[in-house]
């Protein structure tokens, strides 16, 4: 039981090392807050308070790089294991199921902590020139989270948008995860998130017209009027089940890949 404990720490040690050791993980919120100053160049109405103009960005084309940045820092470590042979090593001298979810918690970790960096570095440089909060423009808008609005707490309704959607980026850098045990081509896996997420959105789009309520964006977008409670047991259990299906799948492919 002991061998047990220890061994799955040594895990989670491994990749947090070789996280802390990747210039990416130190580059990519920077990246993540041009891309959100890159959504609202050309905008003429760049007087709005911060929060205005971030959520002016977030609905920009220019956003969903956004995912790709957070794919890029860790999604391709499975297939540098496998073109090292170290996935064989730990085989042998681990257990393959740690191994793999050790990854999956530490994409996750990695998608948030980038999101909500990337974000407070956004609205701390807008707001040397900006008020930070609109409440009487937000008053009558759909975003949730409304009551966080004022100079107190409106920071809080920043870390939870790049919590929420740091977990949209986990499942989309998973996918790219798994997507990388059928193709090596670093660029075709990097555009995997963009690629899955605008399809998400299309089948969504597809599945309401007809009453199947399979995705909804809005669970992860803070920045959308969210709805009844039902909606977000739905917005939860989508979440698990991609990420168990997702995670069961990758241990599958490679107990039969090696």
Not at 91 to 111: D, H, P, Q
Not at 179 to 188: A, P, Q, R, V
Request: hydrophobic fraction near 55%; charge should be positive; include cysteine.
């Amino acid at each position: 039981m002991r061998n047990h404990k220890i061994s799955r720490e040594k895990y989670f040690r491994a990749e947090m090392y070789r996280l802390l050791t990747n210039y990416k993980i130190y580059l990519a919120p920077f990246i993540v807050n041009a891309i959100l100053f890159i959504g609202i160049g050309g905008q003429d109405n760049y007087t709005d308070s911060v929060l205005n103009v971030f959520i002016k960005s977030v609905w920009s084309k220019a956003f969903m790089a956004i995912f790709v940045v957070c794919a890029a820092v860790y999604a391709g470590t499975l297939v540098e294991d496998l073109e090292t042979n170290y996935i064989r090593y730990i085989i042998i001298r681990g257990n393959l199921n740690k191994y793999v979810f050790s990854k999956v918690i530490m994409l996750f970790f990695i998608s948030i902590i980038v999101m909500i960096i990337g974000v407070l570095f956004f609205v701390a440089i807008n707001s040397m020139f900006l008020q930070v909060g609109d409440v009487v423009y937000f008053d009558e808008s759909s975003v949730q989270y409304q009551k966080l609005f004022n100079n107190d707490k409106i920071i809080v309704w920043f870390i939870l948008w790049g919590m929420k959607m740091g977990i949209l980026a986990g499942i989309l850098s998973l996918i790219a995860l798994l997507t990388s045990l059928f193709f090596s081509n670093k660029m075709f896996l990097l555009s995997i998130p963009a690629l899955v997420y605008e399809l998400l959105l299309e089948i969504n789009v597809e599945l309401d017209k007809v009453g199947i309520y399979l995705f909804d964006v809005r669970w992860y977008r803070i920045d959308m009027n969210g709805g009844d409670k039902v909606w977000s047991l739905r917005g939860f259990l989508f979440t698990c089940l991609c990420v168990i299906g997702i995670t069961e799948f990758v241990i599958h492919r490679l107990k039969r890949r090696i």
